[in-house]
């Protein structure tokens, strides 16, 4: 794949070719999730929350501006009030969002703005939200604060603030899924899947692993998306264990080619998809056909048990246990949440650790089932993830992708 083949992918014409835009009603849309999250402040006892991570701006009043650099050297940040005008700090008027009421100047919390004057910034943010509580008057003192330096928090305790993990109340927002945000990620998915139709086209000996990550990056970016939370591609003797990204190894004839697309694509919703392929001319040996058939087991076993009402611990109980020799290597999770990235809840492999909590999956959750099938010490593995929709009497399959022929034959 050479730099010209790349850059002249026709992505966008060929994702219409592929998949219909949906039609979003896009004000419905910022209405139900601004409810989401006030609904989980009442549940919170809250009067409102500071927002911070680049996800809940997005969520909240669709701000998408600076993701990356958002995550790590937060400019803005958000108040939203059970009643009152949400307001947003730090942007310009030429970058308002669509959720918000009013711009106004932030202080600075973070290194970079604030330097070793951040302890006297904490405490006129401080002011700030005594203020903004005052303005909105109420005398609901318990405020929800996402992912912020402590001299934050230690200002507003010092200014009678109770303050609560904003991160509860953000997730807790985003847990359930309306209509509008499935057929945003369906899309989402689309462009995913046309990038991985792209990267089987171009897969063949001699192509390197970034490359073929590059067509999945560049259809997404294409067909305005974000960034992907890593870049998990692997082949060859790299595919195990797992958790190698992508490298500028030449894929070789006889590889399997394992990826997870862990993509923020259009609208901010994630596609969350796992294959792996196996590269000609070579016939797959009857030990990674082995390997696929178990991977594909895993998640069909697993599949079925997904169903509202279903506890995390009973899942994990009753989830396929495979044989010992696979559990060194074990995928990190059976289940997790996704919406806007990787989300809560998370269940464990019924080989590791307990889940680290229970809950109820519910109907309206988006998840993924997961699946990594790979002996320790061994040269092959296989990594497969489905993305569901919980429905009333089980789920809806999101993710399209056909599984790899040569590998079930």
């Not at 039609?23 to 009067?47: F, K, V």
């Not at 200002?155 to 991160?167: H, N, P, S, Y």
């Not at 490298?247 to 697309?261: A, C, H, N, P, Y």
């Not at 109820?360 to 040269?379: F, K, N, P, Q, T």
Request: aromatic letters at 10%; proline letters at 6%; charged letters at 25%.
């Amino acid at each position: 794949m050479t730099p010209d083949q790349l850059v002249n992918a026709d992505v966008w014409s060929d994702l219409r070719k592929y998949k219909e835009m949906p039609e979003i009603d896009m004000a419905r849309l910022y209405a139900y999730r601004i409810e989401r999250l006030r609904g989980a402040l009442r549940n919170a006892g809250a009067s409102m929350c500071i927002l911070v991570s680049p996800l809940s701006l997005r969520y909240a009043v669709d701000y998408r501006s600076f993701g990356l650099f958002q995550s790590h050297i937060p400019n803005s940040y958000l108040f939203v009030p059970v009643e009152g005008p949400i307001i947003i700090h730090g942007t310009y008027d030429y970058l308002k969002p669509p959720g918000a009421d009013e711009i106004r100047a932030a202080r600075p919390i973070s290194f970079f703005n604030g330097g070793y004057e951040l302890t006297d910034a904490a405490r006129l943010l401080a002011d700030d939200v005594v203020g903004y509580l005052s303005e909105i008057g109420t005398g609901n003192q318990r405020v929800a604060v996402e992912y912020v330096n402590p001299t934050i928090t230690q200002a507003l305790l010092q200014r009678g603030i109770e303050v609560i993990d904003g991160v509860i109340v953000s997730e807790e927002a985003r847990l359930i899924k309306s209509p509008d945000e499935i057929a945003c990620m369906r899309w989402a998915i689309g462009v995913a899947e046309l990038g991985i139709a792209k990267m089987k086209e171009a897969m063949r000996p001699g192509v390197t692993e970034l490359q073929l990550w590059g067509l999945l990056n560049y259809t997404n970016l294409a067909n305005n998306g974000d960034w992907h939370d890593c870049r998990m591609l692997a082949s060859g003797p790299r595919i195990n264990p797992w958790f190698q990204e992508a490298s500028q190894r030449q894929i070789e004839s006889g590889d399997l080619v394992g990826f997870d697309t862990d993509m923020i694509g259009p609208f901010g919703y994630f596609a969350d998809i796992s294959r792996t392929f196996h590269c000609g001319p070579a016939k797959p040996t009857k030990r990674q056909k082995e390997l696929y058939r178990l991977a594909m087991q895993e998640v069909e076993h697993n599949l079925r048990l997904v169903k509202p009402g279903i506890s995390f611990r009973d899942f994990q109980q009753q989830a396929l246990m495979l044989p010992e020799e696979y559990h060194a290597n074990a995928y990190t999770c059976l289940v997790h949440g996704v919406g806007m990235a990787d989300e809560y809840p998370r269940i464990n492999p019924v080989c590791g650790k307990p889940s680290p909590y229970d809950g109820i999956l519910e109907e309206g959750m988006v998840i993924c089932v997961e699946s990594y099938v790979g002996a320790a010490g061994e040269r092959d593995g296989v990594k497969l993830e489905q993305q569901v929709l919980i429905v009333q009497d089980g789920y809806e399959m999101l993710s399209t992708y056909p599984f790899e022929e040569s590998l079930l034959d």
